[in-house]
């Protein structure tokens, strides 16, 4: 079963909207006058539906062209010192990529090394 990878959708009047974590409740108050929701990050989708919102939810079973450009990796920088930003895998550079396989594998969710594996691969093959 395809897990979650990037929560996102973006509402009529161009806002996207991103839950980034599980109950993480993201609201947003459309120019339409209505109400928009998401939730769940990457454990699950709950959204409003109002049939004018597109959902840009990435999976892993999405081609790795639309992953590696959606989904992000939290950093304080190489030496910590950094305040947080969050950064796509795209724009990661091949030594970051290495140092978290190397280093975060314990803490990081098995998809998302997945995820920086077939970058690097990616990489190597383009």
Known sequence: ?????????????????????????????????????????????????????????????HPHELIRAAVKWGTFGKQSDQPYKRIKIADMTDEHLQACLGTQKATMRPALHKVMQDELEYRNEN
């Open 1 to 61: 079963m395809a897990e979650i990878l990037c929560s996102k959708m973006r509402t009529p009047d161009g806002t996207i909207l991103e839950s980034k974590h599980r109950h993480d409740y993201v609201t947003h108050m459309d120019a339409n006058g209505k109400k928009y929701i998401l939730d769940g990050g990457l454990d699950y989708v709950r959204c409003s539906a109002h049939g004018e919102e597109e959902m840009l939810t990435i999976y892993t079973d």
